[in-house]
């Protein structure tokens, strides 16, 4: 499955955003979630959501403020972005996602998309 990120741009301190996802199949069997890379940074874990769509995982960074949703009809998963700050600014992928040994693991991320959170 292929997998591409869309609905980036720029936006003020406290601000919110929603970034879509749409997959070359349909993605009502994968687990999908969110992994981003800052400028000069690593790439790190957004957050999982099962899926059937109950169950979800977040990064302490984004607990609270960020949300995955699912339209499984609409072939579509979402983050909802809150209370946005200067350091959620990366390039967002969406990717299919699974629990591994320990942790939440990532793969098959496709084409990101750029959030730049600055006033």
């Known amino acids: 499955v292929q997998l591409q990120a869309f609905g980036g741009g720029l936006v003020r301190p406290g601000g919110s955003l929603r970034l879509s996802c749409t997959g070359s199949?349909?993605?009502?069997?994968?687990?999908i979630g969110w992994i981003r890379q800052a400028p000069g940074k690593e790439r790190e874990e957004v957050g999982c959501?099962?899926?059937?769509?109950?169950?979800?995982h977040y990064a302490d960074s984004v607990k609270g403020r960020f949300a995955i949703t699912r339209d499984n009809a609409k072939n579509m998963v979402y983050l909802e972005m809150n209370s946005l700050q200067p350091e959620d600014t990366a390039v967002y992928h969406c990717?299919?996602?699974?629990?591994?040994?320990?942790?939440?693991?990532?793969?098959?991320w496709g084409q990101g998309t750029l959030v730049t959170v600055s006033s």
């Open positions: 959501k099962s899926s059937s769509g109950g169950g979800s």
């Open positions: 199949e349909a993605l009502d069997y994968y687990a």
């Open positions: 990717a299919l996602c699974w629990y591994g040994v320990g942790e939440y693991e990532y793969g098959h």
